[in-house]
């Protein structure tokens, strides 16, 4: 199932600002609260969903990548649609947005914001990606293997050695968080912080693995399949949720992050969505006309050049450029037109050309539309 617009979701415009996108959010995070809605699918659904679209649009730079590319520029890349962005659970969305939640939601959602476990979610990793304009133009699927940290086969990931459990902190009794009372002039006050003997995990390995020494991960590879879509552009990231390296203790995976890089191609260059090819004309071929074959991408097209073709011209081929990665339409190549001048005469064809030097039709005049590519460039630049 495709995503909605992000901007859809929030119910705001595309140049609304910051303070109207988290108002937007608040007003559906209290309306679709878990709390709210206790065993309604379809809230908890709307409410990942207005999460997702918010950690997108309130972050300058990934809002910068959807408004250019769409979800394809902050999480296209896996080709899961219903993919939560960022890899974000319920847990996560009550620690990322907790200062939203807080203070105008009648008391709900806070004492999980506030009392919650620390969970290690593992880094992200980036890597970069090369294709073709071949590829580009059709989307590809690359094959590649992915150096990571990965859940420790011997303890199944929870760093405990052995089958053994960890057991309950004792410093904070498994809250994670541990109460602090200090005096001070305005009188007694007490602050919450993250318990120091578990780290906020709420448990403590007594009996640690033997191949993790109780991280839970070690170091492995994994082979996966990336679906570019068409349309994409050097300097491109795409991301992969979950697919990062693993979480220490079960914690919830990082994100792949893939950036593109595209290979030169050897006849054509691009501009945007348009590609672009130099042809070189002899002057006999400008002159006289011809017909000639040119490359495009995945393969060659026959053009004409008509007699009198100037240097500077330019000619296009409708729709064989490249895609737009919001499938918008198709870019067009571009001929640019130049006529060589050559540097060696023999004998006989300067005897030629000096015979054509003093033709009329070979004299440039400032006055007919046929005027050539330099006297036009006089004009312009004086």
């Known amino acids: 199932m495709a995503k909605r617009d992000y901007y859809e979701v929030l119910g705001v415009t595309r140049n609304a600002g910051a303070d109207e996108i988290k108002k937007a959010y608040r007003k559906l995070a209290v309306k679709f609260h878990p709390d709210k809605n206790p065993g309604d699918k379809e809230a908890e659904e709307k409410f990942k969903e207005a999460a997702e679209a918010y950690e997108i649009l309130s972050n300058p730079e990934k809002k910068q990548r959807y408004d250019q590319f ?21 847990e996560d969305i009550f620690e990322q947005f907790g200062d939203i939640f807080g203070g105008g939601f009648g008391g709900f959602g806070r004492s999980r914001s506030q009392s919650r476990r620390h969970v ?36 199944s990931g929870s760093g405990a050695k052995g089958g053994s459990k960890a057991s309950t902190c004792k410093n904070c009794q498994g809250s994670g968080q541990v109460a602090q009372v ?25 009996d640690k693995c033997n191949k993790c020494w109780g991280d839970g991960i070690v170091r492995g590879e994994e082979v996966l399949d990336i679906n570019i879509p068409a349309g994409v552009e050097e300097g491109m990231q795409l991301s992969m949720s979950g ?13 792949l992050l893939i950036q593109i890089e595209e290979e030169e191609h050897p006849h054509l260059y691009r501009e945007g969505n348009h590609t672009v090819y130099n042809l070189f004309l002899s002057f006999a071929d400008a002159a006289l006309g011809t017909q000639i074959e040119i490359p495009t991408i995945g393969g060659k097209a026959k053009i004409k050049i008509d007699p009198g073709t100037l240097p500077g011209k330019v000619l296009r081929l409708k729709g064989k450029g490249l895609p737009s990665i919001n499938q918008y339409g198709r870019g067009d190549q571009l001929v640019r037109i130049n006529v060589w001048t050559p540097q060696k005469l023999n004998a006989e064809e300067k ?32």
């Open 182 to 206: 200090t005096n001070t002039f305005l009188g007694r006050m007490q602050t919450v912080t993250t318990c120091p003997s578990c780290n906020g995990e709420g448990t403590q390995i007594t």
């Open 70 to 90: 769409g979800h394809a520029g902050v999480g296209g890349a896996s080709g899961h649609g219903g993919s939560y962005a960022g890899g974000m659970n319920m």
């Open 120 to 155: 290690n979610k593992g880094s992200n990793i980036r890597i970069k990606v090369k294709l073709t304009l071949e590829e580009i133009v059709e989307g590809a699927t690359k094959k590649i293997k992915v150096n990571k940290y990965v859940p420790c086969d011997s303890c």
């Open 351 to 382: 005897s030629i050309l000096e015979k054509l030097r003093n033709s009329p039709n070979f004299q440039p005049n400032p006055d007919k539309k046929d005027r050539s590519f330099f006297d036009k460039m006089k004009d312009v630049f004086g």
């Open 243 to 255: 697919k990062g390296n693993s979480g220490p203790r079960n914690g919830p995976p990082g994100d």
